[in-house]
């Protein structure tokens, strides 16, 4: 267990906190005036490796060698020039803290997006320590400065990682659905939709960074994935960008709890742990490892069959005006879009895989782009 103090006074400015895995979605932009949840769960942190935030520098004043050293392989509109290793809390986790006025307006649309820098202080020195996110379409987080705050020990004694089997037996899946709620609305609607339920944005980013590890192992073959939910969220878009051939590459779901993959797979599906960031391996296996967060990898475990249907529809009535329930389970709905993949995701993996500079992948990205 940590906790985070201002480097400027020494002040606490956190609860104790566990460190766990940095989420696949953590900077992901989701729909247009959408409402997203807390992006970390109460009582954890994690920590970003790569600089992120203002100030940015474009891709043209930047040396193609800087640019590979820091793990970016093909051009991106621009690079952040800001400290690496911010951590990223819940806002409900942080203690002695206010808002910078000046800062509040900074490049927002319905609430604070980070974009101006920090705008959260140290309530006792004033120290700008942190960059308050909850604007539409973002998870609502807190990341702390790095160069502003320090992490001690808390004195608890830290607790184990669960282990594969823990997890499998914790169960502990990440729902293909979720109901998401417009800016300023009293009632979820929809996103590219009528209804409430939309793809979980956790599922569309984590599809965006499995996406690039499977066109890198396709090596330009065509790749087939399980029916179901996998092929639902990844086969038309393989079929998409992979041109037809008659060899095909064969990707299955393999993890903890599972048969041991045959040999004719040639790519697992594999989970990531949330707490460590391990991925999942095998103990002999020449397959290529796409990974999934273990959640979002437990439920595609799940035949096609056990996902719930569209919802039924209400019976007559209802409560008095003013009147809310909060012990009401909403059944969950298949959203009628179509599943995309999270873009901006994608192109962030792949550009960090060393096999982005083919000249075959380049083809396979450019070819998809001028048919969109």
């Not at 980070?114 to 987080?141: F, K, M, T, Y």
């Not at 009632?187 to 590219?192: E, K, P, S």
Request: aromatic share 8%; glycine share 10%; proline share 12%.
């Amino acid at each position: 267990m940590f906790v985070f103090v201002c480097a400027g006074c020494g002040t606490q400015l956190t609860t104790a906190l566990s460190q766990v895995a940095l989420p696949v979605h953590a900077h992901q932009t989701f729909g247009n005036g959408l409402q997203l949840p807390v992006l970390m769960e109460p009582g954890t942190f994690a920590v970003n490796p790569e600089p992120w935030g203002p100030p940015w520098r474009r891709w043209e004043e930047i040396h193609p060698d800087e640019a590979a050293a820091r793990g970016v392989h093909a051009p991106v509109p621009a690079l952040s020039d800001g400290a690496p290793g911010a951590a990223v809390i819940a806002p409900g986790d942080a203690r002695a803290t206010v808002l910078v006025p000046e800062h509040r307006g900074g490049g927002y649309c319905c609430g604070l997006d980070g974009g101006g820098g920090p705008n959260v202080a140290c309530a006792e020195c004033s120290l700008p320590v942190a960059s308050r996110i909850d604007d539409c379409s973002l998870w609502q987080a807190m990341w702390l400065a790095p160069d502003a705050v320090r992490r001690h020990p808390a004195g608890e004694a830290a607790v184990a990682p669960l282990s594969w089997t823990e997890l499998m037996a914790e169960g502990k899946g990440t729902p293909p659905y979720a109901p998401i709620a417009a800016w300023a609305s009293r009632t979820a609607v929809g996103h590219w939709s009528n209804y409430s339920w939309s793809w979980s944005p956790q599922w569309v980013a984590a599809a965006g960074q499995a996406l690039a590890h499977l066109l890198v192992a396709s090596q330009g073959q065509p790749v087939i994935v399980p029916d179901g939910l996998v092929g639902e969220v990844f086969q038309r878009t393989l079929d998409a960008m992979l041109p037809a051939r008659p060899q095909a590459r064969r990707a299955v779901l393999a993890g903890p709890g599972r048969p041991a993959p045959d040999e004719g797979a040639d790519i697992l599906l594999v989970p990531s742990h949330p707490r460590t960031g391990e991925v999942w391996a095998p103990d002999a296996s020449a397959a290529y490892l796409v990974p999934l967060p273990f959640g979002v990898w437990l439920r595609m475990l799940l035949p096609e069959s056990g996902l719930p249907g569209p919802a039924p529809l209400p019976v007559s009535g209802g409560l008095p005006d003013g009147v809310l329930r909060d012990d009401f389970d909403w059944p969950a709905c298949r959203p009628r879009h179509t599943f995309e993949v999270d873009w901006a995701v994608f192109q962030h993996t792949l550009v960090r895989l060393p096999a982005v500079r083919s000249p075959w992948l380049r083809d396979v990205v450019e070819s998809f782009r001028r048919g969109c």
